[in-house]
């Protein structure tokens, strides 16, 4: 289904607000459903249809919608994803107009980091604030097999050229899969602590392309807690945790952090702070929605910014409590991740 969905309802009120009390300050704009890698649990090896690029927002189109989003509807954090960013044509110019937004927003990314040691500078003098790389394995065999690409050097330079650049902390993404890679967890873990990375681990999600998410795969976050129980002696952050999708442990006492985003097992839906943009200026208020409002068509007919920002308001007015992933009708959302944006 697409569409604006009936807000008659909904208070007159400027913020992204829902029936359930939350507000979304939060917007994941995926810029391209294109990548460079072909990890296993993600896409296939010859990779998906892509968007043709008519279909994908321009950057004075995607320049708009972030003025609005930031200006109108009091978003305050932009995390730009993919499919990979970096493919992005004119990634920089992107950020740095979104940096001159007034309140300017906290500005992030999410990167596979094969590119990202030639660009961590010029991302910066962007505007880019802090950066996410997916990194699931340390060993260069296992991340072949796992990406169908030998570039894990690739990710290793750019993580350490992103702290060298200023986007601190590094924020480490790794997947733990059954029989795969799950007897990483400390080196992982250990790998972070001792290179002033911020891992957080995340619990295998059903977004793949070919609908074969099995639970029995997923290593849970009790099962990830456990393994890194065996080297490290874990607290939780005494901090607040908020609309953050990670709950974070302190590592043998700190400083040091690990997260973990439990979204089958331990859900965060009722502080979700979440609002999301696709690469085809799809609106989506959940990442497991099964319906899109269209932002591209209207845009592109002459809506006005208001009439746009009712739309993006009413969108998220219709969000549902949760994600229902461990409800027993529960449907895949017919996106894949790469195409929705993480």
């Not at 320049?63 to 509807?73: N, S």
């Not at 290593?219 to 080297?231: F, K, M, Q, W």
């Not at 998220?316 to 195409?339: E, V």
């Amino acid at each position: 289904m697409r569409g604006t969905p009936d807000a008659s309802t909904r208070p007159n009120t400027p913020g992204l607000v829902d029936r359930f009390g939350r507000v979304a300050t939060d917007l994941r704009v995926s810029l391209t459903d294109r990548c460079n890698l072909r990890c296993t649990y993600c896409m296939p090896a010859e990779g998906l249809d892509w968007l043709p690029q008519p279909e994908v927002l321009s950057d004075d189109e995607l320049a708009r919608l972030l003025a609005i989003a930031v200006t109108r509807l009091g978003v305050t954090d932009v995390r730009f994803t993919g499919g990979e960013p970096l493919l992005r044509r004119g990634l920089e110019d992107v950020i740095s107009a979104t940096a001159a937004l007034r309140p300017r927003p906290k500005i992030s990314m999410t990167t596979n980091g094969l590119s990202l040691a030639r660009r961590a500078d010029s991302l910066v003098a962007a505007g880019l604030n802090r950066v996410n790389v997916s990194l699931d394995t340390l060993d260069r065999a296992r991340f072949h097999e796992l990406t169908r690409r030998d570039r894990l050097h690739d990710v290793f330079e750019g993580m350490a050229a992103a702290r060298a650049a200023g986007l601190d902390p590094v924020k480490v993404n790794s997947v733990l899969l059954r029989g795969v890679n799950e007897d990483e967890a400390v080196p992982l873990l250990r790998f972070a602590v001792e290179n002033g990375y911020q891992l957080r681990f995340i619990e295998q999600m059903p977004l793949d392309p070919q609908h074969g998410w099995d639970r029995t795969s997923m290593v849970t976050a009790a099962e990830i807690l456990d393994s890194l129980a065996t080297g490290f002696t874990l607290t939780p952050e005494p901090a607040a945790r908020g609309g953050a999708p990670a709950e974070r442990w302190l590592v043998d006492g700190g400083p040091a952090v690990v997260g973990v985003i439990a979204s089958v097992t331990r859900p965060f839906c009722a502080a979700c702070d979440r609002t999301r943009l696709t690469a085809d200026g799809q609106l989506r208020n959940c990442l497991f929605s099964q319906s899109e409002t269209d932002l591209r068509a209207p845009l592109r007919s002459g809506a006005s910014d208001d009439e746009i920002a009712d739309m993006w308001r009413a969108t998220m007015w219709a969000k549902a409590a949760g994600h229902g992933i461990n409800d027993a009708g529960f449907h895949q959302p017919d996106r894949p991740m790469s195409a929705i944006g993480g």
